[in-house]
Structure formats: C-alpha cells, structure tokens
C-alpha cells in the first residue's frame, strides 16, 4: 500500500491487490477453458492471460507449491503432478503432455519470481535476523518465512545473488515488455497484419 501523509494523517491508497482468478474460479464443475500455443509451447489466445495468472497463483499456493526448498528443481514429482492435474481440471490443452515441459519452465520463472518478490519487499539484508523474521509476509506461514531467511541469509545464495546483481548492472537495455509476453505480442502482430 502506499500512503500519502497530509496534515498529518495517512490516507492510504487504493490499490489493485493481488490477482484471484475470479474468472477460472467460477467455471463450472467439468467446464475448461481451451488454451492454444504457439510453435514454442508458449501460451496465446483468447485465455492465455487467465492462463498465465492461474499459473502465478498454483506457485504461490502452499498447499500446492512448497516453500521450503532451495529452487524449482528441488520439488519432489508428487507435488508437480498435483499441479498438473489441477492445471488439467481448469484447462485443456491439444498435446497436453507436450506442453507439459514448457508449462512447468514458466511455473519455475513464477515461483522464482514470486520469491524474488518477497525478498525484496520484506527481507533486509542490513537488519537483524529476529528483526528479518518479524517483517514476515501476512500470508506467508512463520515456519516458511524462517526457512526463506535462513536460505536468503546462506553464503552460497549470498555469492550467486552477488554475482547475479553484478551482470544486471552490465546491461545496457533491460527489458521491458509488460504483461504481454513476446508469444502474445507476435500473435497481435501477426493478426494486426492480416486485418490490415
């Protein structure tokens, strides 16, 4: 939230809040919503963006997507499959098991961007560590949160970030594109063209 102090008082701002999904959330019991890809598996069409953000919200859920592992690639099978069959409930796919690779590629750009999130809004590397572990996330459980500090707080995630943070002061365009992906954009384009 941001606040705005005037005499003073804080207003605070109204803001967007997180995303729910409201659209997929009321699809009826056996209803799916058709999603298309293009020649690189990623995702276009008419859902594609309902698509993305359920994605988002399957990783940031605990009880699907654990918290207390090191990366994407240290989530035992059993808890991926859960997430695909739910992806499978919600949606179908022409080649399902096609899309699978490329699925769980951008489930494991989500998750690691979600964490990144959290740790840049709530984790401060300059404070104490009873102090990192009293500014916990309201929806991120006490026993999560004291993994992921103890793992931002390791010398190897130390070094990695370091090293990482160090590349991205060298680029000279960073990119930009929104919400759009580069997938979708090409598929405007493309029908752009055609219209005209």
Request: glycine residues 2%.
């Amino acid at each position: 939230m941001l606040y705005f102090v005037l005499d003073s008082e804080k207003i605070r701002r109204k803001t967007r809040g997180p995303t729910r999904c409201l659209k997929i959330i009321r699809l009826q019991q056996g209803e799916k919503l058709a999603m298309e890809s293009d020649e690189d598996n990623n995702p276009i069409g008419d859902h594609a963006t309902e698509f993305t953000s359920f994605l988002g919200q399957t990783v940031i859920n605990k009880t699907c997507c654990p918290v207390q592992v090191k990366s994407w690639k240290d989530i035992e099978e059993d808890a991926k499959d859960h997430m695909w069959q739910i992806l499978l409930e919600k949606f179908t796919f022409e080649y399902p098991e096609e899309r699978k690779l490329a699925i769980f590629r951008h489930m494991s750009a989500l998750y690691r961007d979600y964490r990144h999130k959290l740790k840049k809004k709530y984790f401060n590397s300059k404070s104490s560590y009873q102090l990192r572990l009293k500014n916990k996330p309201s929806h991120v459980d006490a026993d999560d949160w004291k993994y992921l500090v103890n793992h931002w707080h390791e010398a190897t995630f130390q070094d990695k970030s370091n090293k990482c943070k160090t590349s991205r002061a060298k680029r000279s365009m960073p990119a930009y594109t929104g919400t759009k992906s580069y997938a979708r954009l090409r598929e405007q384009l493309l029908i752009n063209l055609f219209i005209s």
